[in-house]
């Protein structure tokens, strides 16, 4: 396996079906994955809009993609875009769920509260899963992935209608990833918070509001407003298979230090009369040293306006281990406030949650030598049927400590084969 960071992601022979691909988000996704090699269907509401896209893709890759004019509030218009685009490029790899609709009904008290919820749900809920039930039979066959545009407003109290929806995408991502994953198909979901894009049409709102980048700017730890091509990087990414190991992940996107070093243990019963000591030892490598290191690096990070990446781990966020497990959810909180207090300087921090990886970190436990059926018992806890190399987590590191990720700050990128999503039995 060898990273693609650097160079042009190679979606040559591919294919991908981008909803919502008109204006904005989507259309920076199209035509990105266009320059990358793929054959794109797009579609939207607007026909002038969504032919000035087409045009564009096609001047700057110089092949021609689907353009399918529709409202997605059409219960026949997912069945439509799956048939359309298997008949004109005979497969599809990238199925990105992107168009979305706001609304200004924000209130329980609005006359026409229940009209808007339908619509919203419709198009921000209802199209997404009818799209991939019909999608996963020619993602199947190419091993393709799913990639859902959510919100941030999926993750705080923002509005009855917008966020719930998002909400329910959310967690579509995480049961889709879980039953895909054993046929191969990845599933993600990117959260963006405010970008610089065409919503406020979505919500009834004919004139771009005064000063809306502005006032984007203000809500952000890094005092920028995204612009759609930052969305568009993150979704080649995760696209691509220098993301292969990523499957039922909600990422986030809202000079470097990288704290890596980090010790386990055998001692995870209260009963162990080493049990005190282990922790005195693991929370000083796993916690402590981390402050301290940031502590030390944010004078000179704040200079070249760098960024720290914490290599956590999913035993933070289920009840794996007593010591361990604990000590990287202090790491994950500490990202969140570190990005929190750091983001004013212009210093990104974010953690990388590695699920089981081919490591040397059994000889943290005192265990001597590598057990041989580790591997085997490991493959058999993830989604995908794998364990990756250091290179993955390697992938994402570089990733998210480079210009394609300028937005992304405060974000636990979930990097674990969907081990977290394996049931248990």
Known sequence: MTSTIGKK????????????????????????????????????????????????????????????????????????????????????????????????????????????????????????????????????????????????????????????????????????????????????????????????????????????????????LLNMAAEPIEIANLASFLASNDARNITGSIVVSDDFLVNNAAIGTTAKSFENENLMAEFDKIFAVNVRAPVQLIQLAVPHLEKTKGNIINISSIASLEAFSLIYGPSKAALDMITKTSAQELGPKGIRVNSIVPGPVVTSIYRSFGIATKRMYIEEEVKKRSLLNMIPEPIEIANLASFLVSDDARNITGSIVLSDTGALLMQKN
């Open 9 to 220: 992601y190679d979606f040559t022979g591919k294919v991908a079906l981008i909803t919502g691909s008109s204006s904005g988000i989507g259309a920076a996704i199209a035509l990105q994955f266009a320059q990358y090699g793929a054959q794109v269907t797009i579609t939207g509401r607007d026909a002038e809009t969504l032919a000035n896209v087409g045009k564009e893709i096609e001047e700057k890759c110089g092949h021609c993609p689907l353009q399918i004019i529709g409202d997605l509030i059409d219960q026949y218009l997912p069945e439509k875009l799956i048939n359309e685009t298997m008949t004109k490029f005979g497969r599809l790899d990238f199925l990105v769920n992107n168009a979305g609709i706001g609304t200004t009904a924000k209130s329980l008290e609005n006359e026409n509260f229940m009209t808007e919820f339908d619509k919203v749900f419709a198009i921000n809920v209802r199209a997404p899963v009818q799209l991939i039930q019909l999608a996963v039979p020619h993602l199947e066959k190419t091993k393709g992935n799913i990639i859902n545009i959510s919100s941030i407003a999926s993750l705080t109290a923002f509005s009855l209608l917008y966020g719930s929806s998002k909400a329910a995408l959310d967690m579509i991502t995480k049961t889709s990833a879980q039953e895909l994953g054993p046929k191969g198909i990845r599933v993600n979901s990117i959260n963006p918070g405010p970008v610089v894009t065409s919503i406020y049409r979505s919500m009834g709102i004919t004139t771009k509001p005064m000063n809306m980048k502005e006032e984007m700017k203000k809500r952000t």
